[in-house]
């Protein structure tokens, strides 16, 4: 297998790029900000898992396939920016309440089981519907494989699964930080208003950058 050395290595890089401003980290944020840290947590895991799929894919050679297709690409971002568009919208309509948790869904109230596997969903389908994230691993993960140290497959999986950890630990310390923060703006109504509109936003912005996205 990997020698410690290139592990570590892939690990400290892996911990820079999650470091580094993108759609995800600013999604756990903003979701955090507005609905607290354990609900941004949800959605960590959420993004978690769709990083393991992604591996997946690629250890399979699923994302070479994926990548050719123009057609593909193209209805997985389309996909990924109405999602984003439909997140932009619900947060712009979202009522505010003084001193309860912000939650922009308007439909019943939740059990917090429901409520933690709605938060995981949304994380999943965010990490899914952006094909850049897939590209990046095509690109990313086989450069510090090593051919000669066994199962290109199963090398790849392993930097998945670090790569995963080091997005779980930064986007976990975001997630905690602007859910404290989030919870100093719920005595304000005022504060929420514009929070949502904020959020709402840079959900938009996101959207839109993603149709813009070329393979």
Do not use: H
């Amino acid at each position: 297998m990997l020698s410690y050395d290139t592990l570590l290595a892939f690990f400290g890089v892996s911990l820079l790029l999650a470091l580094t401003p993108g759609p995800d980290n600013i999604f756990v944020l903003l979701q955090s900000a507005q609905r607290g840290w354990r609900a941004g947590m949800c959605v960590v895991v959420g993004l978690c898992l769709g990083l393991c799929v992604q591996t997946a894919a690629v250890a399979l050679g699923l994302a070479a396939v994926f990548a050719a297709s123009a057609l593909a690409f193209t209805l997985l971002k389309s996909g990924g920016a109405a999602y984003l568009a439909w997140l932009a919208w619900q947060a712009l309509r979202a009522p505010v309440s003084v001193n309860q948790a912000a939650d922009v869904d308007t439909a019943a109230p939740a059990t917090p089981t429901t409520n933690a596997a709605r938060m995981v969903g949304r994380g999943v389908v965010m990490n899914l519907t952006n094909p850049k994230v897939l590209v990046f691993f095509l690109a990313f993960l086989p450069q510090f494989a090593e051919p000669a140290r066994g199962s290109m497959a199963l090398q790849i999986m392993l930097l998945g699964l670090i790569f995963m950890l080091a997005s779980l630990l930064v986007f976990g310390a975001i997630a905690c930080f602007s859910g404290a923060f989030g919870a100093l703006l719920q005595g304000s109504a005022r504060a929420q208003k514009w929070l949502n509109r904020a959020a709402g936003l840079v959900f938009l912005g996101l959207a839109l950058r993603l149709l813009a996205v070329e393979r």
